[in-house]
């Protein structure tokens, strides 16, 4: 079994700054892709940004500049920066990693539970 624990969310004003962290525990044998998405009231979800094991990075336009991924492939854990944060920032933001899990030869999709980020005008 798989657990992604967020971390990191709560309430902001517009302009400042959060960090997120999700950390992945359980019988992992290898992490791929991990990244961030976001869901707003109404909306679908969306993708944040992502980064590689060898730590090419991807990221929606509505955030490039403002937001930063990373991650520790030792701790097998991924980082999401946000600054200069907005309104329209405003969502739960999930975490997600592509991991193998004890002995199976392919990537599954993991899923965190979620940590709201609310961003005050």
């Known amino acids: 079994q798989v657990q992604l624990v967020e971390s990191g969310g709560g309430l902001v004003q517009a302009g400042g700054s959060l960090r997120l962290s999700c950390a992945a525990s359980?019988?992992?044998?290898?992490?791929?892709?991990m990244g961030w998405y976001r869901q707003a009231p109404g909306k679908q979800r969306e993708l944040v940004a992502s980064i590689s094991r060898d730590y090419s990075t991807n990221y929606a336009d509505s955030v490039k500049g403002r937001f930063t991924i990373s991650r520790d492939n030792a701790k097998n854990t991924v980082y999401l920066q946000m600054n200069s944060l907005k309104p329209e920032d405003t969502a739960v933001y999930y975490c997600?990693?592509?991991?193998?899990?004890?002995?199976?030869?392919?990537?599954?999709?993991?899923w965190g539970q979620g940590t709201l980020v609310t961003v005050s005008s």
């Open positions: 359980g019988s992992i044998r290898s992490i791929n892709n």
């Open positions: 997600n990693a592509e991991v193998k899990i004890g002995i199976a030869y392919a990537y599954v999709e993991r």
